[in-house]
C-alpha cells in the first residue's frame, strides 16, 4: 500500500534531503539555550556535541546490511521522525556526558539516513539519465537554512528547546 502524493523520484528526493536537513537542523539554534541549561561551558559543550558524530561513524560503518534487510523506503520513512523524537529526547539532558550519550543514537539515525539518501540519488540519477546530485544538496541547504530561521524565531518567543523539539516531531512525521 502507497500513500502520499505521486512525484518524481527526483523531487521525492530533493523532499527527503529537505525534510532531513529541516529536522537535523533544528537543534543548532537551540544550542546557547541548551548550554544554559547544562551550566557547562563551551568545550564540555562542544565535546558533547561529538556524540552526535560517534554514533553517525558507527551506522555509516555497520548499518548497510541491516538497511538492506529492512528496506530502504520502510527505513527512510522511520528514521526521519525517530530523528526528530532522538533531537527531543536528548535536549532533556542535564549534563554533557549524558548530551553526549542521547545523541549518538542521533547519530546512527543521521549515518542511517545519509546511507539511503545518498545512495537513492545515485540511483535516480542513473535512472533518468542525467545528473541531479548538486540539487539535492542545494535543498539539503535550504532545509537546514529554514531550520535555523524557524528555530531562532521561536528562541525569541521565550519557548524551551524542550518544547520546540517536542512541537518537531508532529511536525516532521506529517511531512515525511
Known amino acids: ?12 528526493i530533493f523532499g527527503a534531503f529537505f525534510i532531513y536537513s529541516f529536522c537535523m537542523g533544528s537543534l543548532y539554534p537551540r544550542i546557547p539555550a541548551i548550554q544554559q541549561a547544562m551550566g557547562v561551558g563551551e568545550g564540555a559543550l ?15 560503518t555497520f548499518a548497510g546490511p541491516i538497511i538492506e534487510r529492512i528496506g530502504y523506503r520502510r527505513t527512510l520513512l522511520t528514521a526521519i521522525p525517530l530523528l526528530s523524537v532522538f533531537y527531543a529526547i536528548s535536549v532533556w539532558a542535564q549534563g554533557p556526558v549524558m548530551f553526549f550519550l542521547l545523541l549518538v543514537p542521533v547519530g546512527i539515525t543521521i549515518g542511517a539516513i545519509e546511507i539511503i539518501i545518498n545512495l537513492e540519488a545515485d540511483r535516480v540519477e542513473h535512472a533518468i539519465g542525467r545528473r541531479i546530485m548538486n ?28 518544547m520546540h523539539l517536542a512541537i518537531m516531531i508532529p511536525v516532521v512525521t506529517l511531512v515525511s
Open 1 to 12: 500500500m502507497k500513500f502520499g502524493l505521486y512525484l518524481p523520484p527526483q523531487i521525492r
Open 46 to 60: 562542544g565535546l558533547a556535541l561529538i556524540g552526535a558524530a560517534f554514533g553517525t561513524l558507527i551506522s555509516l
Open 135 to 162: 540539487r539535492p544538496h542545494a535543498f539539503w541547504s535550504f532545509g537546514f537554512f529554514s531550520a535555523g530561521m524557524v528555530g531562532s524565531f521561536v528562541a525569541q518567543t521565550g519557548l524551551s528547546p524542550q
